[in-house]
Structures are given as C-alpha cells and as structure tokens.
Nanobody
Framework: QVQLVESGGGTAQAGGSLRLSCAAS????????MGWYRQAPGKQREVVAV???????TYGDSMKGRFNISKDNAKNTVYVQINSLKPEDTAGYYC???????????????WGQGTQVTVSS
C-alpha cells in the first residue's frame, strides 16, 4: 500500500508561481515512476510531468517550458514547480506513483487525493 499526500495548492494570480509537493509513504518498492496529472472541470485527466527513479523526466505536450518536476529521494517526495501561471492551469492536481511509465497510469498506480490550483486573472 502506498500513500500519497499532496500539498501546495491554492489560489494564485496569473503570472505567479506555485510549487506542489507529494510525499509518499508505505510500500514504495517497485514504484519506479512518480509524477503529476491534472484534471480541470469538464476535461479529461492529462499528464503534467512524471519522473523515474533514475531522474528521467517526461512532460505533457502543453506543459513544456513552465512546469518543472523534481524529486527528493531522501524524503520520498516529488515536486512540480509551475511558473507563469495561467487561468487555464486551474485544475485538480493529482500525484501518481506507479511501477512503470504508462500513459494515464497503469493498473498498479497509486493516486493521491489531489490538491486544487486556482489561477485568477
């Protein structure tokens, strides 16, 4: 069992920045991939960014440039920095821990409860 706890969401002004954190605990062996997805109202969940245990990163096509994923292995925590916030970044952001890199998460994926980001113009 893997527990994921997200934090760092909230309301921010367009043009600002936020850093989301996801602390993982529990049975983390074989959780080779961690990352972030987001889902806005009325839209499908989309990948923000993922990072492997080796530090390789993958970003969603529309996320490149303003999003930066990083991890602290000692703390079992993954972060995503969002810069130059836009109103369209408003969404629930969900942390993922998975065995492998599978679009949308595999059957073995663990998900956090999510943290809301709201960007005002």
């Amino acid at each position: 069992q893997v527990q994921l706890v997200e934090s760092g969401g909230g309301t921010a002004q367009a043009g600002g920045s936020l850093r989301l954190s996801c602390a993982a605990s529990g049975k983390l062996s074989a959780r080779n991939v961690m990352g972030w997805y987001r889902q806005a109202p009325g839209k499908q969940r989309e990948v923000v960014a993922v990072i492997t245990i080796y530090g390789a990163t993958t970003y969603g096509d529309s996320m490149k440039g303003r999003f930066n994923i990083s991890k602290d292995n000692a703390k079992n925590t993954v972060y995503v920095q969002i810069n130059s916030l836009k109103p369209e970044d408003t969404a629930g952001y969900y942390c993922l821990a998975d065995r492998s890199l599978v679009d949308g998460g595999s059957l073995y994926a663990s998900w956090g409860q999510g943290t809301q980001v709201t960007v005002s113009s």
